[in-house]
């Protein structure tokens, strides 16, 4: 396979992945008082340091820690920002999948004071995926975009007396992520992805119709946004790769937006000042490829989600190259790498496939990529 330097690579994934069975019941144990905190933690750590090897063994050059220490991807991040209060109301958001509709219940949260940066968020975490991935690999971590923090409840779960003024919000925002991405640098992550629902559900005009209704103004929502992660990079360490992830939700193999890229794509590609992008584009719901035409020549890369994370049955090779000939028509192919779509479990109760599964889509793509980039 044609190597890269360095992240993103040919063959590359989102992140999240099913959690064994060991795990769940250890969470399901802790949760009911039978183990303690401790007990779970070294079950996380076994978990964590298999998993990696499995990766590696796939061909995999990029290794998370599968998101095992999480029950969502994103609300673990955003309750330990300082300002951040956990509320014990429940957030319920419905998604759709081939069968009929899925209800998922979040927790909810409010802004309750200034934004301020308290610890390294995820920082024991990463460290010790670091100290388990396998000699020639690079032990990547996910985040949520500061988009989300403002995504879920917009103006109205921004307390007044805390921010009367936005701009004031989301330059305190940009700077507490700008201060976690040095945190992380300094110990030792160098392939940081932020993963980021907004900038893809903003293509569907029923989700700019829900950020208007909550007080934003859903047809220019993506522009702000892509101005304040840009802010919170501004700074970041040099010898870091960061990459934006956007899908149209996931949760137990459901989704809640559908729509092409178009209305955000010129925008996005142009002026986020990411080193590349994963792009959900394993059916029909994701769009065309017409709007890579945006995407600059150069060193950006585009990871081209083409194997979804959210059904068993196993893509066609021949299929996804044909697919990637398609998208290297609007982009040169040295700058497009494969990936699945999403992670295969957001949240940690998962998608409808099995770990072999899952496996399997993974080997898929690294197979892939080492025969189209030979």
């Not at 005009?205 to 007080?215: D, E, K, L, N, Y």
């Not at 609007?330 to 099995?354: I, W, Y």
């Amino acid at each position: 396979m044609s190597d890269l330097s360095g992240p993103p690579f040919r063959a590359d994934h989102v992140g999240s992945l099913l959690r064994p069975a060991a795990l769940l019941r250890a969470r399901a144990d802790h949760q009911a008082g039978r183990i303690s905190a401790a007990e779970l933690r070294g079950v996380e750590d076994q978990a964590i340091r298999d998993s990696a090897e499995m990766q590696r063994d796939i061909g995999l050059q990029g290794v998370t820690d599968g998101e095992f220490r999480r029950g969502s991807w994103h609300m673990d991040f955003l309750y330990q920002i300082g300002g951040v209060t956990k509320t014990d109301q429940t957030l319920r958001l419905p998604f759709r999948n081939e069968s009929g509709s899925v209800e998922a219940a979040l927790g909810a949260f409010r802004i309750s004071g200034k934004l301020t940066f308290e610890r390294t968020i995820f920082g024991d975490d990463f460290a010790y995926l670091k100290s388990v991935a396998p000699a020639g690999t690079t032990a990547k971590l996910t985040i949520p975009s500061p988009s989300m923090l403002h995504y879920r409840g917009g103006r109205a779960a921004i307390d007044r007396p805390a921010y009367a003024d936005m701009e004031e919000f989301w330059r305190d925002l940009a700077a507490v992520y700008a201060a976690e991405i040095r945190r992380l640098h300094a110990l030792g992550c160098t392939y940081l992805q932020l993963d980021d629902t907004s900038l893809a559900y903003l293509n569907d005009p029923a989700q700019r119709a829900f950020v208007t209704s909550i007080g934003g103004d859903g047809d220019t929502q993506h522009l702000t946004n892509i101005k304040v992660i840009n802010a919170a990079l501004a700074g970041r360490p040099p010898g870091m790769t960061i990459t934006i992830h956007m899908c149209r939700g996931n949760y137990r193999s459901s989704w809640m937006a559908e729509g092409g890229y178009d209305h955000v794509a010129e925008a996005l590609f142009g002026e986020l000042a990411v080193d590349g992008f994963f792009l959900e584009y394993d059916d029909a719901r994701s769009g065309g490829f017409e709007p890579l035409r945006f995407v600059p020549r150069g060193p950006k890369r585009v990871v081209l989600g083409l194997v979804t994370s959210k059904r068993a049955a196993l893509e066609h090779k021949d299929d996804l190259k044909r697919r990637i000939d398609e998208a290297a028509q609007k982009v040169p192919l040295e700058q497009l790498c494969v990936s699945p779509q999403c992670g295969f479990s957001s949240t940690v109760e998962g998608n409808a496939l099995s770990i072999g599964e899952q496996n399997a889509k993974l080997r898929l793509v690294v197979e892939t990529a080492r025969e189209v980039w030979a």
